[in-house]
């Protein structure tokens, strides 16, 4: 995913654009650029690679002047980051950013090249300038030869055009990557977030998708999918500027794990067709090393190896891909053997964990196929050394206590085994299907299980007063009672384990007693009867218990077990949506506790020392 600002005004632009860039650096970048028209028609172009910032010094260095103007933040699918491959890319007198994929670019490329064009970058993008530039020649308009090459585009989509002979206006189209247009006064703008604009307008009105839009300074001109002009409705926005900023919430924590709807539809976005994984969009080359991946090796340190645990369960059970799963600061020391064509996976929200960083360092030496990290930091250590780096674009996660990560995690990973089933042709398209429908359901649902933070709230107080808990889970919900378990001993500590439940004989019902509250994370699944069994266990020892289960899953609430019945949603994504009512658990306790939610004591965000 990259970021665009775009913006028709009579004052100087470029800063503006910069400044808008700035705010969508939080998505993951690793080149810049922006293209700015004057009033004699002379166009500036500008690309750095590497942040913002490199941009920033650039673009004031070379007093780049003009009200209109285009601008862009890239993370490489097609070409690797370089000043060449950086966007705006230009034919003619046509300036283009993009954001997504366009799936048929090769074919549109062989096209463009007996057309006569030539072709100065690696990206797909850059057919959507020649394009343009080609219908231009037998269009009217701008807006006609934006929609007539809009029709020839497949994949997902965002993108801005300007012609340098018209300083007038800017076109943009939308088919799978969000624009919104921003209303100013005498002026208008437009981005693929508002968040890139919220420091120039509070006026907002969302593309729809197909929609194709002529921007001038007073008008904003929209157009559908079959080229009706029509009306999108304006609202008037009440975000926040500053991620930095709590707004309505209490902790940090707590609005962060109300984003996460949002930080799934970030995730997800351009990365699903309709009914498949965009394989381009996890990174380049990806297609090639994930077809000959036979072996996965995941190394993380606390939620990001949770969210590993977790997608263990999928490597196997979906891609029919061997993986193993390590703490990195384990990794590290031990003498492993490298299996052959393996692909190493760090997971990790800051990449700059020490131990996750020095993983990678020595797999790197010791013949791994390739590397690959899911992280959520631009720029990070992690992000630079990796081969592939997956972005989960969850936003700025200030929290100690890793909440959107985890989750935003675990959607990278389902989408990325996802791409491998399908490149090793493991996965038919039906399961392909179910497996994206179900992706893509997600946000809502956990939308829905927000709702939940009332009756979570309620149960809380049950938990205040005890020195320990025990979570349990069977199958993909035994890492999900891990991290329940790490969350709430980081933030209320009460000391909690969380144990496979099949080990409850073996050990820990020893500990059972009415002292010990006992969370079992409990959805319909074909471990459902044998997860029964351990909860009669539990309450035959005279344990009091907790348990999550979605509909129809038969249990009832009585003096000994108090049930929380959630919606069902697909098993293959239960274990993501589970995790948030857990979450709030951890959350309400702490806060019934009194302790510091998003500073817990003797903890600290980004653990860069060994
Ligand atoms: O930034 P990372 O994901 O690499 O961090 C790993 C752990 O330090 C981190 O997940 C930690 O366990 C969190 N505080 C848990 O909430």
């Known amino acids: 995913m990259c970021g665009i600002v775009g913006a028709v005004a009579q004052r100087d632009v470029a800063e503006i654009l910069v400044e808008g860039l700035r705010r969508l650096e939080y998505r993951g970048y690793d080149s810049a650029g922006v293209a700015v028209i004057d009033h004699e028609n002379q166009l500036t172009r500008v690309r750095r690679l590497g942040k913002v910032q490199e941009l920033a010094d650039a673009v004031e260095q070379s007093h780049v002047a003009g009200g209109t103007g285009i601008a862009h933040t890239r993370w490489a699918t097609h070409g690797e980051p370089s000043e060449a491959n950086a966007h705006p890319h230009v034919s003619g007198d046509i300036a283009v950013v993009h954001n997504g994929i366009i799936e048929n670019h090769e074919a549109l490329r062989a096209l463009l090249q007996e057309r006569g064009y030539q072709f100065k970058s690696q990206t797909d993008t850059e057919v959507i300038a020649h394009l343009v530039e080609w219908e231009l020649r037998q269009s009217e308009s701008l807006t006609e030869a934006v929609q007539k090459a809009a029709k020839q585009l497949e994949g997902a989509y965002g993108t801005v055009v300007l012609d340098r002979r018209d300083s007038s206006r800017l076109v943009v189209a939308r088919s799978g990557s969000p624009i919104v247009i921003g209303f100013g006064v005498g002026e208008n703008f437009l981005a693929s977030d508002q968040l890139a604009l919220l420091n120039v307008t509070r006026r907002f009105m969302y593309l729809e998708e197909g929609d194709v839009a002529e921007i001038t300074r007073r008008e904003v001109t929209v157009f559908d999918v079959n080229g009706v002009k029509i009306e999108r409705e304006i609202s008037e926005s009440n975000a926040e500027h500053d991620a930095g900023d709590k707004g ?49 090796q995941i190394v993380a340190c606390g939620t990001s190896y949770n969210a590993g645990m977790t997608a263990r369960y999928w490597f196997e059970g979906i891609a029919g891909v061997s993986c193993d799963v390590e703490i990195a600061s384990e990794f590290r020391y031990r003498k492993f053997v490298t299996r052959p064509n393996s692909l190493l996976i760090t997971l990790s929200q800051s990449g700059e964990t020490a131990d996750t960083l020095a993983a ?243 903890l600290a965000k980004s653990v860069t020392v060994e």
């Open 360 to 602: 990678l360092r020595l797999a790197k030496e010791k013949g791994y196929m390739a590397v690959m990290t899911i992280c959520n930091v631009a720029g990070s250590s992690l992000v630079r050394e990796s081969d592939i780096a997956f972005m989960t674009r969850a936003g700025a996660e200030i929290g100690v206590a890793s909440t959107k990560a985890f989750t935003t995690q675990l959607a990278a990973l389902l989408m990325l085994v996802t791409g491998i089933g399908k490149q090793k042709q493991r996965i038919d398209a039906a399961k392909e299907k179910e497996i994206v429908d179900a992706l893509r359901a997600l946000p809502a649902q956990i939308e829905s299980a927000l709702k939940f933070d009332k009756q979570i709230e309620a149960l809380a107080i049950d938990f205040a007063d005890k020195h320990n808990t025990l979570f349990l889970g069977r199958g993909e919900y035994y890492p999900i009672a891990l991290e329940s378990a790490l969350k709430l001993k980081e933030i209320s500590y009460i000391h909690a384990e969380a144990y496979a439940a099949g080990e409850l004989k073996h050990g820990p019902l020893a500990l059972i007693d009415a002292d010990m509250p006992v969370v079992v994370v409990a959805p319909g699944n074909e471990l459902l009867e044998k997860l029964k069994s351990n909860i009669e266990e539990v309450r035959a020892r005279g344990g009091l218990l907790y348990v999550f289960a979605d509909e129809g899953a038969g249990f009832e609430s009585d003096e000994t077990m108090k049930i929380i019945t959630m919606p069902k949603v697909s098993e293959i994504t239960a274990p993501i949506y589970y995790t948030v009512p857990m979450q709030l658990l951890s959350y309400h306790v702490a806060l019934i506790k009194g302790t510091d939610v998003d500073q817990p004591r003797n």
């Open 248 to 296: 309505q919430f209490r902790h940090f924590m707590q609005k962060e794990i109300f984003e996460q709807p949002k930080a799934l539809i970030n995730t997800m976005e351009g990365r699903l067709g309709k009914d498949s994984v965009v394989v381009d969009s996890i990174g380049v080359h990806a297609a090639e090393i994930l077809e000959k991946v036979e072996h996965v």
